[in-house]
Protein backbone atom coordinates (compact mmCIF):
# COMPACT_ATOMS: atom_id res chain seq x y z
CA UNK A 1 0.00 0.00 0.00
CA UNK A 2 1.32 3.48 -1.02
CA UNK A 3 1.55 5.70 1.76
CA UNK A 4 -0.96 8.70 2.03
CA UNK A 5 1.69 11.79 1.64
CA UNK A 6 3.14 9.85 -1.45
CA UNK A 7 -0.54 9.63 -3.53
CA UNK A 8 -1.43 13.50 -2.19
CA UNK A 9 1.91 14.24 -3.89
CA UNK A 10 1.61 12.00 -7.11
CA UNK A 11 -2.34 13.46 -7.48
CA UNK A 12 -1.10 17.13 -7.06
CA UNK A 13 1.96 16.53 -9.48
CA UNK A 14 -0.39 14.91 -12.07
CA UNK A 15 -2.53 17.70 -11.53
CA UNK A 16 -0.24 20.45 -11.78
CA UNK A 17 1.37 18.78 -15.38
CA UNK A 18 -2.58 19.06 -16.91
CA UNK A 19 -3.07 22.29 -16.14
CA UNK A 20 0.21 23.50 -16.92
CA UNK A 21 -0.32 21.37 -20.59
CA UNK A 22 -4.17 22.61 -20.77
CA UNK A 23 -4.55 25.93 -23.48
CA UNK A 24 -4.61 29.07 -21.69
CA UNK A 25 -7.93 31.12 -22.26
CA UNK A 26 -7.53 33.48 -25.55
CA UNK A 27 -8.91 36.61 -26.27
CA UNK A 28 -11.93 35.23 -27.75
CA UNK A 29 -12.69 32.84 -25.00
CA UNK A 30 -13.21 36.54 -23.06
CA UNK A 31 -16.15 37.51 -22.52
CA UNK A 32 -17.50 40.98 -23.44
CA UNK A 33 -18.67 41.03 -19.37
CA UNK A 34 -15.65 39.86 -18.47
CA UNK A 35 -13.64 42.38 -20.10
CA UNK A 36 -15.85 45.50 -19.16
CA UNK A 37 -15.64 44.13 -15.05
CA UNK A 38 -11.86 43.97 -16.06
CA UNK A 39 -11.62 47.22 -16.88
CA UNK A 40 -13.88 48.71 -14.58
CA UNK A 41 -12.34 46.74 -11.61
CA UNK A 42 -8.38 47.85 -12.78
CA UNK A 43 -9.91 51.72 -13.22
CA UNK A 44 -10.72 51.41 -9.64
CA UNK A 45 -8.00 50.15 -8.22
CA UNK A 46 -5.65 52.81 -10.20
CA UNK A 47 -7.22 55.23 -8.18
CA UNK A 48 -9.61 56.67 -10.85
CA UNK A 49 -12.82 58.56 -10.71
CA UNK A 50 -15.27 57.00 -12.96
CA UNK A 51 -17.91 59.42 -12.24
CA UNK A 52 -17.37 60.73 -15.90
CA UNK A 53 -16.39 57.60 -17.36
CA UNK A 54 -18.35 54.73 -19.52
CA UNK A 55 -16.97 51.32 -20.17
CA UNK A 56 -18.37 49.47 -23.23
CA UNK A 57 -17.02 46.19 -24.47
CA UNK A 58 -17.72 44.29 -27.55
CA UNK A 59 -16.39 41.48 -29.73
CA UNK A 60 -12.68 42.31 -29.14
CA UNK A 61 -13.02 46.02 -29.10
CA UNK A 62 -12.94 48.09 -25.69
CA UNK A 63 -13.89 51.68 -25.18
CA UNK A 64 -13.54 53.91 -22.44
CA UNK A 65 -14.98 57.44 -23.22
CA UNK A 66 -15.60 60.60 -21.12
CA UNK A 67 -13.66 62.81 -18.86
CA UNK A 68 -10.93 62.80 -15.79
CA UNK A 69 -8.88 65.79 -14.47
CA UNK A 70 -5.15 65.29 -16.30
CA UNK A 71 -2.83 63.66 -18.95
CA UNK A 72 -1.69 61.08 -16.42
CA UNK A 73 -4.90 59.38 -16.09
CA UNK A 74 -5.44 59.63 -19.93
CA UNK A 75 -2.48 57.98 -20.38
CA UNK A 76 -3.21 55.17 -17.81
CA UNK A 77 -6.37 54.48 -19.13
CA UNK A 78 -4.95 54.18 -22.67
CA UNK A 79 -2.06 51.50 -20.89
CA UNK A 80 -5.08 49.66 -18.84
CA UNK A 81 -6.75 49.12 -21.88
CA UNK A 82 -3.94 47.86 -24.24
CA UNK A 83 -2.85 45.11 -21.44
CA UNK A 84 -6.49 43.60 -20.67
CA UNK A 85 -7.11 40.50 -21.46
CA UNK A 86 -9.07 40.28 -24.11
CA UNK A 87 -9.22 43.46 -25.77
CA UNK A 88 -7.98 43.41 -29.46
CA UNK A 89 -8.87 47.35 -30.02
CA UNK A 90 -8.18 49.50 -27.70
CA UNK A 91 -10.85 52.47 -28.54
CA UNK A 92 -10.07 55.76 -25.93
CA UNK A 93 -11.86 58.52 -26.14
CA UNK A 94 -11.02 60.40 -22.85
CA UNK A 95 -10.76 63.85 -22.78
CA UNK A 96 -9.18 66.36 -19.94
CA UNK A 97 -11.43 67.93 -18.47
CA UNK A 98 -10.17 72.06 -18.61
CA UNK A 99 -10.90 74.78 -15.31
CA UNK A 100 -13.29 76.81 -16.07
Same mark, same amino acid.
Given at each position: ???? !??????????M??????????? @????????? @?? @????????E??????????????????S????? !???? !???????? !??????????????????
Amino acid at each position: MVPA !RVSVFAMLLVMAVLLACAPAAT @KAQISDAGV @KA @KILWELRAEGIDLTHLTVEAHGGAATVSGLVPN !RAQQ !RRIHDLLI !RTPGVEEAIENVAVETPP
